[in-house]
């Protein structure tokens, strides 16, 4: 691609220990792909999680960096492992084991798109796959792991808030067994990812600001929060999954009524969440 891949928002000064990152809300489609592919302009946008980075853009100004996908999901997901090549689509994959992401199309290079719909008409050459994941899947992942680092290196400890959005039908057999229908799901791989101490004051912060929110269910995280949530190690990973229905029209995939109040509601939790950081005290020098 020749566009730059993510885009790094930094706070003027660092404060906090929190990182912030939106793997999937990336919108620019390389012509060639959108030209090559069996799907229109508009279809093709289904799997985004469209202005996600716009809902969580106020985290500079409240000192910790977001870190935003250029590249679209349906390109190269980053959200995948970059070994979950599917070999219904790459010609030379080689299956690895049971991976119900990639036999369903989802793989670090996706087959289809929202509802399983085909993007293309037939293989691509590994060649392809490797240079996606060269120019795009590698340079978000070292900015990431950089933006942790320097976390973690300043404060002690980093926490890395993996944002997302949600198909509203996503929700009805949570709401079916719940009764209301959750507008924020966090995701921490039932504990393993991130300290029950921090998802609780994450979750009170969304609660307390109004929205419905639960855990792990149906999304507990993908492999940014497997990968990166090492609680024993001080560093942890929470995922974010907001409704897209509560602030866009998803069939037009545009902003609804509801984007503005959400956006304004979730500068207020991000400088919340943000806060949570500020409570490690910088490492001392040697």
């Excluded at 050459?125 to 978000?140: G, H, N, Q, S, V």
């Excluded at 290196?153 to 039908?169: K, R, T, V």
């Amino acid at each position: 691609m020749s566009k730059p891949v993510f885009h790094l928002m930094r706070p003027d000064q660092l404060m906090s220990s929190v990182v912030f990152a939106s793997p999937h809300s990336g919108c620019d489609y390389p012509e060639a792909f959108v030209r090559d592919s069996l799907l229109d302009g508009q279809a093709i946008r289904s799997s985004e999680d469209a202005f996600v980075d716009l809902l969580f853009d106020g985290a500079p100004e409240f000192g910790a960096p977001l870190l935003a996908a250029r590249a679209p999901r349906a390109y190269v997901d980053l959200n995948r492992s970059p070994d979950e090549l599917d070999p219904a689509l790459i010609r030379g994959a080689r299956r690895i084991g049971q991976n119900p992401r990639v036999a369903s199309g989802l793989g670090v290079i996706p087959r289809v798109v929202a509802n399983g719909r085909a993007i293309y008409a037939g293989k691509l050459p590994m060649i392809e796959a490797e240079r996606r994941l060269k120019e795009t899947w590698y340079p978000y992942h070292e900015a990431l792991q950089s933006l942790l680092n320097a976390a973690h290196a300043q404060f002690g400890e980093a926490i890395l808030i993996d944002c997302h959005s949600m198909p509203h039908e996503a929700m009805d057999g949570v709401a079916r067994s719940r009764g209301q229908s959750p507008e924020i799901v966090l995701g921490d791989r039932f504990g393993a990812a991130a300290s029950g101490e921090i998802v609780d004051r994450i979750e009170a912060a969304f609660a307390g600001a109004g929205l419905v929110v639960a855990r792990n269910a149906p999304f507990a995280g993908a492999y940014v929060t497997q990968a990166y949530g090492r609680p024993s190690r001080r560093q942890h990973a929470i995922q974010v999954e907001i409704d897209r229905a509560i602030y866009m029209d998803e069939k037009r995939i545009e902003p609804n009524a509801g984007f503005d109040p959400l956006r304004a509601l979730l500068r207020k939790v991000t400088a919340e969440i943000v806060s949570i950081g500020f409570e490690q005290m910088p490492l001392a020098a040697e």
